[in-house]
């Protein structure tokens, strides 16, 4: 099988099980930057010397993936077909669950934090942006054509999550967060 298909020539992509649409789509906007932050959850999953973030990270990607497959079928009986389910009110709890945990780690939050530190930091934040953005497009595509609200309420956690963990991978390495001292010019 080849990796080319030349089908997306024109514009358009085809969603599981309801043909095709073009490739600005709301709903291909939306899986698409899903599949964008699980790539970004694969660079900060690499640059982490954390045994237990790389995995946690590891496991996003699969939860990930599946929320992929969920936004790329439209259709209920077609998502029931082929197993694709939903986020569901047990892996939003496990996020908080791990936001809790890790928070145990840190100092409370006195200000804003720049994006930056350790470079495993750096890209956790930069996934935590992603991560809104998809939860953005999520918002978009339930608005034109519903959606399931544990998807929207998994993508929010989980960019609390990406800002935890950056906080957590600074604070290992002995790395200070920069934080934004206000409309203070240097």
Known sequence: MKIYTRRGDSGETDLVGSGRVPKDHARVEAYGTVDELNAALGLAASASRQDDV??????????????????????????????????????IAALEARIDAFEKELPPLQRFVLPGGTPAAAALHLARTVCRRAERSAVALARSEGGDPC????????????????????????????????????
């Open 54 to 91: 790389r995995a946690l990270l590891e496991d996003l990607q699969r939860q990930l993936f599946a929320l992929g497959a969920l936004l790329a079928t439209p259709e209920a009986r077609h998502r029931a077909a082929s197993g694709v389910c939903a986020p569901d009110d047990a892996e």
């Open 151 to 186: 998807a929207l309420r998994f993508l929010n956690r989980l960019s609390d999550l990406l800002f935890v963990l950056a906080r957590v991978e600074n604070r290992r390495a002995g790395v200070a967060d920069v934080e934004w001292a206000g409309s203070e010019r240097r």
